[in-house]
């Protein structure tokens, strides 16, 4: 009886999939309906968001990178902290992660290092049983980002969509980090000083599975005629496609083709508001 006592109370809860909060945010990003995705609407800076539960010792956050853009210095920050987003207002955080949340509270984060964390990328991070905050690319090497992270607390995980990194995604049990695509992916070539997008999509969408349900009439994909159009563009906000079809013209040729805007990040179909760039001081 005592043994079967034992291996009940060792095992662990599952986890609950981690998604972005949905108060405490910088007044700059928007959260898509599942808060999964979050995405800077102008500017380069608050751009904060936070995981809406605690993260267990060494559990892997992952998230993809879906919007690059040029003309900033720096990019993707991240980290864990020890305040309890519940009990922080959105008005009350500071416009960078690094270095002002450090600063004001029990929050440990670094910088992704430069051209680690562009378009199509997928980023993961956590902290070792050490307190050691590391971080790995795709199928990259593990890097250090920073020591000294105290254990023995909640942390929450902590982001900052800032300069360069324009959208991301959680990524949560949709994929697990020794699933990221190679190095090497879309997003790495060309003027480092110019918008980035991926020319090749970095993961792959089989052919042969169905890419969301069949449509009702006047609801369906301006593409393929079949499925639901649940996918938004992102910047213009056209939701005339399907996910499957938005990501493959985010891959093919990253305009829309409604408005032939170019396409920064694919989201789940909602209406944001008005969307503004080219605020802030450039490079």
């Known amino acids: 009886m005592g043994a079967q006592l034992c291996s009940q109370a060792d095992t662990e809860e599952p986890l609950e999939t981690l998604r972005f909060h949905p108060e405490a945010k910088g007044a700059q990003v928007i959260l898509d309906a599942q808060r999964i995705t979050a995405y ?20 892997r956050v992952a998230l993809r990178v879906l919007g690059h853009e040029g003309g900033w210095h720096g990019g993707l ?24 949340l450090e600063h004001q509270s029990p929050t ?3 910088l992704v290092p ?7 990328d997928v980023v993961s991070f956590w902290v070792n049983r050490h307190g050691c905050l590391r971080a790995q690319v795709n199928r990259g090497q593990r890097l250090l980002l920073r020591k000294g992270v105290p254990m023995g607390a909640p942390l929450w995980a902590v982001m ?11 990524l949560g049990d949709s994929i697990r980090p020794d699933q990221a695509p190679p190095l090497g992916g879309g997003g790495r070539s060309g003027d480092p000083a110019a918008r980035v997008f991926p020319t ?13 349900p069949e ?6 994909c301006a593409v393929c005629l079949h499925c639901t159009a649940n996918a938004c563009l992102v910047p213009c906000a056209h939701t005339d496609f399907c996910s499957c079809c938005a990501w493959r013209i985010f891959r093919d040729i990253a ?3 409604v408005c032939r805007c170019e396409i920064e990040g694919v989201v789940s179909a909602w209406r944001p508001p008005a969307l503004r760039t080219g605020e802030g001081l450039p490079v």
């Open 40 to 59: 800077r609407l102008a500017t380069f800076r608050d751009g904060i968001v936070f995981s809406q539960r605690p993260v267990r010792p060494g559990e």
């Open 77 to 100: 920050r991240v980290g864990f902290t020890r305040l309890n987003p519940e009990c922080v207002p959105a008005s009350s955080l500071p416009p960078f992660l690094c270095p002002d």
């Open 108 to 110: 440990w984060a670094a």
């Open 114 to 120: 430069g051209r680690c964390a562009l378009a199509g």
């Open 160 to 170: 900052d969509v800032y300069g360069t990194t324009k959208a991301i995604e959680l």
């Open 200 to 212: 090749a999509s970095p993961w792959t969408l089989p052919e042969e599975t169905p890419c969301g």
């Open 215 to 220: 449509a009702t009439a006047g609801k369906e």
């Open 255 to 257: 305009k829309c083709p």
